[in-house]
């Protein structure tokens, strides 16, 4: 029997990927470490700014979840939420560094910078990749977009940086969602109410086809943990996706901007249908 | 946005503290800890101003049945009263199980 | 005008060369050290079409990354290694169909791990903001940087998106903004604001932010020569930007995550 992953908040998947009983969460929502500027902008704060740091053991080994509750403020990262991105990845490494290897996995549903924080969101991301890069020379940095919301934004670049990438049919990938790449640059280039071409591009089924995320899953919680788990298991690969620049001169090369191919052409004409 | 503060008569401690629900879109976050005896204090942040009376009227409701003596903030993002009481319910029931964190 | 090539063309002490014509590199002499010098700049003629206004797309992500990887430095001494300089003046992200397609996302991403590994391997990274530097295009070119400079100047603009469309996003109207950015200083576009967030590490007053004179460039090569010391005393990660006095008086809530959750970490 298949129990879904999606319908779960972030702090329910977060625990859920952990070993049972192992979980412990970290700034959860009784310290109240609430974003200080949503307030005075009339927008009702939560208490754990939508963020739910999680540590305890995967499949026996110690892991740090971060997941990104998608209900509040659409994902978006503020200066609160993504300083406990950034430091638990921070403190992972600095444990990986001391002896007790502590890998990562990261809930990325988001639509990127909360914009209420503008500058200082648009910094935590930064401090996010940077604190990623970190860890993943040294322990698996795993990154799970199940959806419905999807991983847009800033933190598309983070889920760009990860060791390995899950998605699911329901997950989405790009770096501008459909509704801004419509307002700025208008509907003759992006439809954002053509919901079929948009999934042809952003949705996890192209995304792993085309080799941009690893490994593509049903929603279902043990199906998901078990894949978290191999991709944990395989360490630290000697070359991640974002260091072969080559490789992206030649993903850039093969198509011509022009004259694009057909979402569904292109797996092919990268060599990866 | 609006903050209000209410507080009901009430007499049965809870167990333990209890957080449900999320400040999103026609829902709600509440936390509850165990609080001073005899009241029940509720400070309410909603999005949406001007239902004073609807939160009086809802919250009394719940209150007059569940005799819960503890802190209550909520942390409202329009919320209908139904999801307000189902959330407050979801949280009291968390607060009288034993066991787990 | 792009504020861009002037100013690169301003600070290079030889030839200024393209990798792709909407990102140039030349060298300069900082001190002792010879400094690499990358912009990304307008490319009226570029096959991306969403990207030739001196947006980062997927061409400048890529010759981007070729640009910061290629500043030789393994068979230096780490602390000898080669100042890399971010002139950073850029609209934004390419946004786009085939940006989409092709993974915008990703390709900037290769930009920033080359940025970070040069930052780590020792390399002093500096980003001097002479123009706009907004969302991903400013994360991708600047952001991971040791070391932040900007021009004080009305064209100098630090943002995750532009006003009109922030105000759309938010539903508030521009004036709305202005006004509450009063208030709400991450919300600012003015770059003194930015400036006390605790980001920038240095804000200039310089005659000319559009086309440079010779007090000018002296000035800024004097402020890139100190950023460039400080970058090579400095951490190697961006945890500076959080003991900044800036950072102490606007950041209290980032302090308080941190010492909070390595207190509970244990």
Redesign the interface.
């Known amino acids: 029997m298949r129990f879904s992953f999606i319908e779960l908040d972030a702090r329910g998947r977060a625990f859920a990927l952990l070993d049972g009983g192992t979980g412990g969460e970290?700034?959860g929502p009784f310290?109240r470490?609430e974003?200080?500027?949503l307030e005075?902008?009339d927008v009702v704060p939560q208490s754990d700014d939508g963020v739910v740091?999680v540590?305890g053991k995967l499949d026996g080994r110690s892991a740090v979840v971060i997941g990104i509750e998608q209900a509040f403020q659409g994902g978006g990262i503020g200066?609160?939420s993504g300083?406990?991105l950034a430091?638990?990845l921070?403190?992972a490494a600095r444990?990986s560094r001391a002896g007790v290897p502590t890998a990562a996995v990261l809930l990325l549903e988001t639509g990127g910078?909360r914009?209420?924080?503008?500058?200082?969101?648009?910094?935590?991301?930064?401090?996010v990749?940077?604190?990623l890069?970190?860890l993943r020379a040294l322990q698996p940095v795993v990154g799970v977009i199940a959806g419905m919301l999807g991983c847009f934004?800033?933190m598309?670049?983070?889920?760009?940086?990860c060791t390995e990438l899950i998605m699911t049919r329901e997950g989405r990938?790009?770096?501008?969602g459909p509704q801004?790449?419509e307002?700025?640059?208008g509907v003759a280039?992006?439809d954002a109410s053509d919901h079929t071409m948009i999934w042809s591009?952003?949705g996890g089924t192209q995304?792993t086809r085309?080799g941009?995320a690893d490994v593509l899953v049903p929603d279902d919680v043990a199906a998901i943990r078990s894949a978290v788990i191999e991709a944990v298991g395989c360490g630290v690969p000697a070359e991640?996706?974002?260091?072969?620049?080559g490789e992206?001169?030649a993903?850039?090369a093969a198509?011509?901007?022009?004259d694009?191919p057909k979402?569904g052409d292109?797996a092919a004409v990268w060599g990866r249908g | 946005m609006q903050t209000l503060n209410f507080e009901f008569p009430a007499d049965r401690p809870p167990a333990r503290r209890a957080h449900v629900g999320v400040a999103g879109s026609g829902d709600l976050e509440v936390l509850m800890t165990p609080g001073p005896a005899g009241v029940a204090r509720v400070r309410v942040r909603t999005s949406v101003d001007g239902f004073d009376t609807v939160w009086r009227v809802v919250l009394e409701r719940f209150f007059a049945r569940h005799r819960v003596a503890a802190g209550f903030e909520l942390n409202d993002s329009g919320a209908t009263p139904g999801v307000v009481t189902l959330r407050l319910r979801q949280a009291v029931e968390e607060s009288m199980e034993e066991g787990s964190a | 005008m792009s504020r861009g090539r002037n100013w690169i063309r301003a600070l290079a002490d030889g030839e200024v060369s393209p990798v792709v014509p909407s990102v140039i590199t030349a060298d300069a002499r900082l001190g002792e050290d010879v400094a690499r010098l990358i912009a990304v700049v307008p490319d009226p003629g570029s096959?991306?079409?969403?990207a030739r206004k001196g947006e980062v797309g997927?061409?400048e992500?890529?010759a981007l990354?070729?640009a910061v990887?290629g500043v030789a430095g393994a068979h230096l001494p780490e602390d000898r290694r080669r100042p890399i300089v971010a002139v950073v003046d850029l609209p934004s992200?390419a946004?786009?169909?085939?940006?989409?397609?092709?993974?915008?996302?990703?390709?900037?991403?290769?930009t920033?791990?080359?940025y970070?590994?040069a930052r780590?391997a020792g390399h002093p990274v500096v980003a001097l903001i002479v123009g706009t530097a907004l969302?991903?295009g400013?994360?991708?070119h600047g952001?991971?940087a040791n070391q932040i400079l900007a021009l004080n100047d009305p064209g100098v603009v630090?943002?995750?998106?532009h006003r009109e469309?922030?105000a759309?996003?938010?539903l508030r109207s521009v004036a709305e903004l202005d006004e509450?950015a009063r208030?709400?200083?991450?919300?600012?576009y003015d770059v003194a604001d930015?400036a006390k967030?605790g980001?920038c590490d240095d804000l200039l007053e310089v005659g000319n932010a559009d086309e440079p004179d010779g007090a000018d460039v002296r000035k800024v090569k004097d402020a890139l020569v100190s950023a460039v010391a400080r970058a090579r005393r400095g951490p190697r990660?961006?945890s500076n930007?959080l003991t900044s006095p800036g950072a102490r008086r606007?950041?209290?809530?980032?302090l308080?995550?941190?010492e909070?959750?390595?207190a509970?970490?244990g």
């Open positions: 970290l700034c310290e470490i974003s200080p500027w005075p902008q740091v540590r200066e609160v300083m406990k430091t638990a921070s403190l444990d910078v914009l209420q924080e503008a500058n200082l969101g648009l910094a935590t991301v930064a401090e990749c940077s604190a890069l970190e934004g800033g598309s670049i983070a889920a760009g940086l990938l790009g770096l501008d801004v790449i307002s700025e640059a280039e992006f591009i952003d995304r085309t941009l991640h996706r974002s260091q072969r620049i992206l001169g993903l850039l198509v011509d901007p022009a694009p979402p292109l | 096959p991306y079409h969403r997927l061409r992500a890529y990354a070729e990887a992200q946004y786009g169909r085939v940006e989409e397609l092709l993974g915008l996302h990703h390709a900037l991403a290769v920033v791990d080359a970070a590994r780590t969302s991903g400013f994360l991708a952001f991971q630090v943002h995750a998106m469309a922030a759309r996003v938010t509450l208030r709400v200083p991450p919300l600012s930015w967030l980001l990660d961006l930007r606007t950041r209290g809530a980032s308080r995550v941190r909070a959750m390595t509970q970490w």
